[in-house]
């Protein structure tokens, strides 16, 4: 039918439609739905995500700021609340970077004992991730059992560094102690009990239909993209992309391990969440290997410029008692310089660099936590997928709000 | 190749780039970029064959208080099909910290750089929305410089009404 001119055309029907807002919703700072203080500034179209924009920092602690206060060792117990769910990783990766400062390299069995801790610490840090991922699409079992798994492990670091979470365990030139003298008995029993948890949770998730439906195709990314958003770990290998740092510029003893880099095709969510369960297991492999290759002898370096000396020493003599004054008051006088050592994290490349200006503290310490440049994703991976859709994708970028927001 | 003939080649690529000594990055490649080069010389190391720069690991900055230029804004280059790193550092003097955005370049400068803006008050030219991201709005300083004290206080800032005064852009990209 004709309409005459000035009344009703298609155009302002639609401006008059109320189901054709844009709808401005703000997702969080603290919504039940995701693990992690983060906030959505949602534009939906409906239940279509138009336009999002992720809002991060609110559990900025001002690490790099608190590292430039102290020695370099007290940067340790900071390194461990970057990413909480794998602390040992943490550890290792910023020991390693003040240790290629100083020009230091630590014995090898505190090489193979850095492996296995920080591989036990990749184990704890995945099965937190896909059991949240299976929690919080509806799958509560699942996450259950992978938090049963995780308690094995705990159990594991507990009997190691004395701590279960906040381990402060490694120290530049060593690691704090040695292993239990029951240590491959005890792994032998977590493994076990892993091994089977995550071959139920495998049967339960992997080719579920419901799960299968909410992850696969979801907050795709391509390969371009994903190599130009700087995303590394999982999500980048579930592009198809095999870069890992253990095996890309191999550090400690990883050159001497045998295991596989699994990747994905697709870059979505499925993927992540199948090479992480894949990784699960060659992290278990590389503890395993770990155990039967190391060898007796020291795990601290002899240094008195970077390590304290013995107790006995300090008590007794009056050199000792100097060496131990100086270096926990003035801290230890790495050589001017700046160094940035990449690691490979539980979500991607853990890097630390750092600026030492000679003095006993760190001049400038920056970590490139791996989930920053995953929620800077997040935008490009949400638009066009629905609400709901938010949650499983935010799950599998395995956000920590201790290490993105540092 | 050795990081020393990489280092030559690079300089001899990238015009306003000069080495870093090798001994200070402990064997790393390190190069120092001129601002008004930089742009020019971060797209040559992203598409030049011998370089591939694909991804932009990180960018942060530095601040030499006391030093004449003040700042160093530093990219961490890495390219996954050469398996190599690369480290530009660029001057940046404290009258006039601008340097040109590399968000064109690559997406992960985006945050990064909101992030360097955040904490020590550089600004990114070109950028397509700089605007701070771990602190709130009405932070004032940035934190990270080393003349910002430790036991700052904030003065307190009045609730903000979401909608009139929304956090985010509420027009064009995000």
Redesign the interface.
């Known amino acids: 039918m004709p309409t005459a001119p000035g009344s009703v055309t298609p155009r302002r029907l639609a401006e008059a439609d109320p189901t054709n807002e844009v709808m401005?919703i703000?997702m969080g700072p603290s919504h039940p739905a995701s693990h992690g203080t983060i906030k959505f500034?949602l534009r939906l179209d409906g239940e279509t995500i138009v336009?999002?924009?992720v809002?991060?920092?609110y559990l900025?602690r001002?690490f790099?700021?608190m590292c430039e206060?102290g020695t370099w060792n007290h940067v340790f117990p900071y390194a461990d609340r970057l990413n909480y769910a794998s602390p040992i990783l943490n550890n290792v990766g910023f020991a390693l970077a003040v240790e290629?400062?100083a020009?230091v390299t630590v014995p090898e069995r505190c090489q193979y004992i850095r492996v296995i801790g920080g591989e036990i610490s990749r184990l704890t840090d995945h099965l937190t991730c896909l059991g949240m991922a299976a929690n919080e699409v509806g799958a509560i079992s699942a996450g259950f059992y992978m938090l049963e798994a995780r308690e094995f492990l705990y159990d594991l670091v507990e009997a190691i560094t004395g701590a279960r979470l906040t381990v402060t365990y490694c120290r530049l030139g060593g690691v704090m102690k040695d292993l239990p003298a029951d240590m491959a008995e005890r792994t032998r029993f977590a493994l076990k009990q892993v091994r089977r948890i995550v071959t139920d949770c495998d049967r339960l998730l992997s080719r579920n239909r419901i799960f299968f439906d909410r992850m696969r195709g979801i907050g795709q990314i391509s390969r371009e993209?994903a190599?130009?958003?700087?995303l590394?770990g999982p999500l980048l290998r579930a592009t198809g992309?095999s870069?890992d740092v253990r095996k890309?510029?191999p550090y400690l003893v990883y050159d001497r391990m045998a295991f596989s880099v699994p990747t994905g095709t697709e870059g979505d969510n499925y993927d992540r969440f199948m090479v992480r369960m894949a990784e699960i297991e060659q992290a278990m492999r590389i503890i395993e290997q770990a155990l039967l290759q190391i060898p007796e002898g020291p795990i601290v370096i002899t240094d008195p410029r970077y390590f304290l000396p013995p107790k006995g020493e300090v008590y007794t003599s009056i050199e000792g008692l100097m060496n131990h004054f100086k270096l926990v008051i003035e801290g230890q006088k790495v050589p001017?310089?700046?160094?940035?050592v990449?690691t490979e994290g539980g979500n991607g490349?853990l890097?630390f660099?750092l600026?030492s200006d000679g003095s006993g503290r760190p001049?400038?310490v920056?970590v490139?936590p791996p989930s920053?440049?995953g929620?800077?994703?997040l935008?490009?991976m949400l638009e066009g997928h629905m609400l709901a859709d938010i949650i499983t994708t935010f799950g599998q970028i395995n956000m920590i709000g201790g290490e993105c927001?540092? | 190749m050795t990081s020393d003939a990489f280092l030559n080649r690079l300089v001899a690529l990238l015009p306003g780039a000069r080495p870093f000594p090798l001994e200070d990055a402990r064997g790393e490649a390190v190069i120092v970029v001129e601002r008004d080069a930089v742009a020019s010389a971060l797209r040559t190391l992203r598409d030049h064959p011998e370089t591939q720069f694909e991804q932009l690991s990180d960018l942060t900055a530095v601040d030499y208080l006391g030093r004449t230029p003040r700042f160093e804004v530093i990219y961490q280059l890495y390219s996954v099909a050469l398996n190599h790193r690369l480290r530009v550092k660029v001057p940046v003097p404290d009258d006039d910290p601008v340097v040109p955005s590399a968000s064109g370049i690559w997406k992960s400068a985006n945050w990064a750089e909101r992030e360097a803006w955040d904490m020590f008050g550089i600004r990114f030219e070109g950028h397509p929305d700089l605007r701070r991201i771990l602190m709130y709005p009405e932070f004032q300083g940035h934190p990270l410089r080393k003349d910002y004290p430790l036991n700052h206080r904030q003065p307190l800032v009045p609730e903000r009404d979401p909608i009139a005064r929304p956090w985010f852009p509420r027009n064009g990209p995000h």
Do not use: C, W
């Open positions: 401005e703000q500034n336009d999002v924009d809002e991060i920092g900025h001002g790099e700021k206060q290629k400062l020009g993209d190599l130009s958003y700087g590394t992309v870069y890309a510029q001017p310089g700046e160094v940035y990449a490349e890097g660099y600026v001049y400038r920056r490139r920053f440049y929620m800077a994703a935008g490009a927001d540092h």
